[in-house]
């Protein structure tokens, strides 16, 4: 049985809810247990790194610190925080320096991190390290003739972690095919969501979640799946915001793809928190 | 100020990365890779290329005045496709760092404000919070921008969405002691 830390971090409380039940509905479904961290703290998202990088890295070092008590590789379901996390990690170990500065800070909380725990994006874990194989046989309600376009986004695979493929991943692809639905080819699959500048800068982020939306529309998409709670809000909460800006009409289910392969393993919908989202699912989940 | 010790505005801004392992600036050839790339430079004052010629050209006042790093989304893709290995997103946190400690931006920037208020809210409770975070920018919308807001929230808290009470961690003395042995607290707490 696979086990992981889990660092939820703040999104995944409230705005982003179904993405965690769906999470742990699904986890337990594949035998994977999770155990979330312990008192974390906010991993600063982009924005801490617009005030000071050293306190960035330690809000974040805090968090691994606890992770690595459990003596479990960590398991993030926000691409921010993951790559934050990832980065703090590696930096910590490449630099002794760092790392003595971080964890001087860490003592003040019982803590010390000296670099050994593993950090994995959530969509890494189920679509890597368990593996399509494994989710398809337990696959009981395939969701066939959905046609779902895999939205990676940013900082999941950016900057380049070690090196991996950056500029044409099929990993997510391949989990969407696992659980039976049709992953639609489109060019836009790793572009911005733009992220806070739907708070800095309206025009440039509409401007992007719509270029995104037509380019997913444009190659038959019926809904798209996240793996970021940012790119979920960006895309879906901003929509109107994107038709009465561009005189658009769209109406593009975002669900996150744990929602979809729970939909798939036989998880029923309230569970995976389907019904919390603003642009209505039912019509295409209705044709299943 | 000595001849061999000039200080110059690349040489401050390169000084604000710790950790970033990319090439020096000055090692930019200007092939335009970064702004070809970058989703968000046809609303840039100038692009991404740009901006790294003008601070190894030490153009202090006009990047200052630009709201290109502002405008910068994070989203790395300039910095993976670099044929030099320029960490470019990093050079772009180091101006808002410099931006915000100078207090020194384009007039009508929110990102100042708003990368403040939410680093104080993770200083005072260790968590972020939304809605705490709003004042920061509400005002500088304009009246569509605004009710866009007003919509979004409404529907979010109909779907049981919206943080109704600010979280807080645990141990919050002990946060707060380790934040105060990186760095002074200054206004923020």
């Known amino acids: 049985m696979k086990e992981f830390a889990y660092f939820p971090g703040c999104s995944l409380e409230k705005l982003a809810i179904s993405y965690h039940t769906s999470t742990l509905e699904t986890s337990k479904k594949l035998g994977v247990k999770l155990q979330e961290l312990e008192d974390w703290n906010c991993c600063g998202s982009t924005t801490y790194f617009h005030i000071d990088e050293l306190l960035a890295y330690t809000l974040t070092a805090r968090n691994l610190a606890i992770a690595e008590k459990t003596g479990l590789d960590v398991v993030a379901p926000c691409s921010a925080c993951f790559k934050n996390m990832f980065f703090t990690a590696a930096h910590m170990k490449e630099d002794p320096d760092l790392a003595e500065h971080i964890n001087f800070a860490l003592e003040e909380d019982g803590l010390n991190f000296s670099g050994n725990t593993k950090v994995r994006h959530l969509l890494e874990m189920f679509a890597q390290d368990v593996g399509p194989d494994e989710i398809r046989s337990k696959v009981t309600r395939p969701l066939e003739g959905v046609k779902v376009a895999p939205y990676y986004g940013c900082q999941i695979l950016r900057p380049r972690k070690d090196h991996e493929e950056v500029e044409n991943p099929r990993y997510f692809e391949d989990l969407l095919s696992a659980i039976g639905a049709t992953p639609i080819e489109y060019a836009l699959k790793m572009r911005c969501c733009g992220g806070s500048l739907i708070i800095s800068s309206r025009i440039a982020a509409l401007s992007m979640v719509r270029n995104l939306l037509q380019c997913a529309v444009d190659q038959g998409a019926d809904m798209i799946a996240t793996a970021c709670p940012m790119c979920q809000v960006n895309l879906e909460c901003y929509q109107q915001s994107v038709n009465q800006e561009f005189g658009t009409q769209f109406a593009v289910p975002i669900l996150y793809f744990t929602q979809l392969m729970g939909l798939a393993l036989g998880i029923p919908k309230k569970k995976l928190g389907i019904g919390k989202e603003l642009v209505s699912a039912s019509p295409v989940l209705a044709a299943l | ?189």
């Not at chain 2, 401050?12 to 989703?39: I, K, R, W, Y």
């Not at chain 2, 101006?95 to 680093?119: C, D, V």
């Not at chain 2, 946060?175 to 002074?184: A, D, N, S, V, Y």
Request: glycine share 6%; with cysteine; aromatic share 12%.
């Open chain 2, 1 to 189: 100020m000595s001849e061999t010790y000039t200080f110059t505005f690349m040489k401050e801004v390169s000084s604000l990365l710790h950790a970033a392992d990319g090439n020096p600036f000055p090692m930019c050839v200007q092939c335009g890779t970064c702004s070809g790339s970058c989703p968000v430079a046809a609303y840039m004052d100038y692009t991404p290329r740009q901006i790294i010629a003008m601070v190894n050209a030490g153009l202090k006042d006009q990047v200052m005045e630009s709201n290109t790093f502002w405008y910068c989304a994070s989203c790395y893709q300039c910095t993976v496709r670099c044929p030099q290995d320029i960490s470019i997103t990093e050079l772009m946190y180091a101006l808002q760092r410099y931006s915000i400690w100078k207090n020194r931006y384009k007039e009508g920037m929110i990102g100042p404000a708003f990368s403040e208020a939410f680093a104080k809210t993770i200083v005072r409770t260790g968590r972020t919070f939304e809605p705490i975070l709003a004042p920061s920018y509400i005002f500088s919308f304009k009246m569509r921008e605004f009710f866009q807001e007003i919509q979004n929230a409404t529907e979010l808290m109909l779907k049981g969405r919206l943080p109704i009470l600010p979280p807080r961690i645990k141990r919050l003395d002990n946060f707060k002691r380790m934040i105060r042995r990186i760095l002074p607290m200054g206004g923020a707490e």
